[in-house]
Nanobody, 115 residues
Framework: EVQLVESGGGLVQAGGSLRLSCAAS????????IGWFRQAPGKERERISC????????IYAGSAKGRFSMSGDNAKNTVYLQMNSLKPEDTAIYYC????????WGQGTQVTVSS
């Protein structure tokens, strides 16, 4: 079965850090770009970061630059999102997505940042 499973979300105070994980099964990240997205209540889904295949070049949304860092572990078929200096406005459900046209999505993990 092809699936993505996110983990690592939780409640953290402003200024704190979290590391999210996204584990893939049924396929490998080698063949597809991988992205982290988030959606806050009442807001549109936002792409936070995207890592391309091959050269692992990563791009970040302006809201994530300088605070978030995406990395991957091919041996574990897992990607990570290290989030530092978290702000209340980072509160959202975070998803990872991959596959052709980002058709494969995880179930999401809740991140709540308290002020």
């Amino acid at each position: 079965e092809v699936q993505l499973v996110e983990s690592g979300g939780g409640l953290v105070q402003a200024g704190g850090s979290l590391r999210l994980s996204c584990a893939a099964s049924g396929f490998t990240f080698d063949n597809y770009a991988i992205g982290w997205f988030r959606q806050a209540p009442g807001k549109e889904r936002e792409r936070i970061s995207c890592m391309s295949t091959g050269d692992s070049n990563t791009i970040y949304a302006g809201s994530a630059k300088g605070r978030f860092s995406m990395s991957g572990d091919n041996a574990k078929n897992t990607v990570y999102l290290q989030m530092n200096s978290l702000k209340p406005e980072d509160t959202a459900i975070y998803y990872c997505a991959s596959g052709r046209g980002f058709l494969i999505w995880g179930q999401g993990t809740q991140v709540t940042v308290s002020s």
